[in-house]
């Protein structure tokens, strides 16, 4: 049995998780306050995601627009992810919620706006 | 003062997440002459550079930008008519609630409030007030100010970046640095322990391979008119340079994240009683400081690490507001609230007891503390306990207290205990 310590990033409490793990197979999770923290301690171990925010220039606007991951991407795909992005080119007017990148690198995840600009 | 002044119900310093729930609660409540100043062109304060997510869950159980944060304040706010001036400075407000504006669209204003809510936020301390010797070269930020180049004017600060202190705020700008092309070599932390969240440390460090150097500082700033270097050197308990510990980074650019400091300029000229221990206002339990009709709430009050935290707080003050101006006072007999071992800066410092509430106890603990107890007593009566793992300065404890179990004006005193 092996136990692996996790710090839970839903939310900014940041519970600390104990998940005990024997090979592949999770045995007990303890130390989390909401069932979010259960799932997100599973994911963590097994295969861990992260939301992106990133800033983008846009066309005709003085400020850049900021973007999200409008849901958590794999891990190791967050710096292919802010390459992918770097390559839009954004025009004003953008609102909040668009889509500025669909389907990012096949994730099935959406990056939209995050404010509105222009 | 003039008798010109405008006449409002309530009069709100500040748009940013405080002051945008505490005029939304009070407008809510039926009070419909309020008027909202903003220093700043837009509503929404530091929220609006803060783009990473985190925001939001415990108020709306998902995880949103900071901008999208504000967006939903500022909505409600529009959606219910309320009058937010931004552009305007105020310049001076008084015990009697007089408040002085000036605004480039309207010039010089007096206003006349029947109650005042500040909400002006926090500052971050700077370079001159931590005293690092060295070169006064460019490429030395705060924080907050590089995040401000970043996400909002779309500027990098540099490509080479130190981080001196682990505030949340250089937490995430480690990140973001990280994220948009720049080196961060280290971020570098005076204490033994970090004085950010803990989710910020894995999230913004250990994804990136930064690393944290606890009981270090910055020693010497080389460099001309740039930054070209600094020296990083262990400390002892003391807080004093090892010699012969020294590491040298060769960087552009160094953020300062050493802390935040509420900004009560306006206040203490209003003549509030400021708290040595949280640098805010001492307030009551509806968060009305000593100074009968002016409330404060948010940042300016005590330092969050949650702005769930700041609009719930904020709400309350709200709506104590608009009760104030109904009831004309919020006389009455009182209770103090102390703080105990381990224990720093508990807001509100006193309760008042006119009727049977709960009221959340909020505080940092002086230092870590393992698998221990928060815990509120009242003489030799214990009135509740909040057991935990761990207990840091970097994360605030509420604790609420059920009114009912205080018996008689004796002080309550706020402490945290090993278990």
Redesign the interface.
């Known amino acids: 049995m092996e136990e692996k310590q996790i710090?839970?990033?839903?939310?900014?409490?940041?519970c600390?998780i104990t998940v005990t793990m024997d090979g592949n197979e999770i045995k007990k999770i303890e130390?989390n306050t909401c069932k979010r923290g259960e799932v997100y301690a599973r994911q963590e171990v097994l295969s861990p995601v992260?939301?992106?925010?990133?800033?983008l220039?846009v066309e005709g606007s003085p400020?850049?627009v900021?973007v999200?991951t409008a849901a958590p991407i794999p891990?190791n795909k967050?710096?292919e992810c802010?390459a992918e992005m770097g390559k839009t080119s954004l025009k004003a007017p953008i609102h909040?919620g668009d889509v500025i990148v669909p389907n990012i690198l096949g994730t099935g995840v959406n990056v939209v706006a995050?404010?509105s600009v222009g | 003062m003039a008798a010109y002044g405008i006449d409002v119900d309530i009069l709100i310093v500040g748009a940013g997440p405080a002051g945008l729930a505490a005029a939304v609660a009070a407008k809510e409540t039926g009070i419909d002459n309020l008027v909202v100043l903003e220093r700043e062109d837009h509503p929404g304060g530091i929220l609006r550079q803060c783009i990473h997510n985190g925001f939001g869950l415990h108020r709306y159980n998902e995880e949103l930008t900071g901008p999208e944060y504000a967006q939903r304040d500022i909505d409600k706010a529009e959606a219910l008519g309320i009058d937010i001036r931004c552009g305007t400075t105020v310049l001076s407000v008084e015990a009697d609630h007089t408040v002085t504006a000036v605004s480039t669209a309207r010039g010089l204003e007096t206003y006349k409030a029947k109650a005042i809510i500040m909400a002006m936020g926090c500052r971050e301390r700077p370079r001159g007030a931590i005293g690092i010797p060295g070169a006064r070269s460019a490429g030395i930020y705060t924080a907050g100010t590089a995040q401000k180049f970043v996400n909002l004017e779309g500027f990098m600060p540099g490509k080479r970046i130190v981080i001196l202190g682990s505030g949340d705020i250089g937490l995430i700008m480690a990140r973001r640095m990280t994220l948009q092309g720049a080196k961060v070599l280290a971020c570098v932390e005076l204490m033994p322990y970090s004085s950010g969240l803990k989710r910020n440390i894995v999230q913004c460090l250990d994804d990136y391979g930064i690393p944290l150097y606890l009981s270090h500082t910055v020693t010497n700033i080389e460099g001309g008119d740039r930054l070209t270097g600094v020296t990083v050197a262990k400390v002892d308990e003391h807080r004093m340079p090892i010699p012969g510990s020294e590491i040298h980074f060769d960087c552009d650019t160094l953020l300062l994240s050493v802390g935040l400091i509420p900004e009560n300029e306006l206040s203490n000229q209003a003549g509030l009683e400021i708290s040595p221990f949280t640098s805010g206002p001492v307030v009551n339990d509806v968060f009305e400081s000593s100074v009968p009709g002016i409330f404060a709430c948010g940042n300016v009050l005590h330092v969050h690490d949650l702005v769930d935290y700041v609009s719930q707080e904020s709400t309350e003050a709200g709506k104590a507001a608009a009760e104030y101006i109904r009831r004309e006072s919020f006389n009455g007999k009182t209770v103090a609230v102390q703080d105990g071992n381990g224990v720093r800066g508990t807001v509100p410092q006193k309760i008042l007891l006119d009727e049977d509430k709960k009221v959340n106890l909020m505080f940092r603990p002086s230092g870590v503390f393992e698998k221990a107890q928060a815990i509120v007593t009242q003489g030799d009566t214990v009135l509740v306990k909040k057991r935990a793992q761990i207990f840091t300065p970097g994360e605030m404890v509420v604790i609420p207290l059920d009114t009912t179990k205080l018996a008689g004006e004796d002080p309550v005193k706020v402490s945290i205990e090993k278990v």
């Open positions: 710090v839970c990033i839903n939310c900014p409490l940041g600390r130390g992260r939301v992106i925010t990133a800033v220039p400020v850049p900021s999200k891990k967050i710096f802010m909040m995050t404010k």
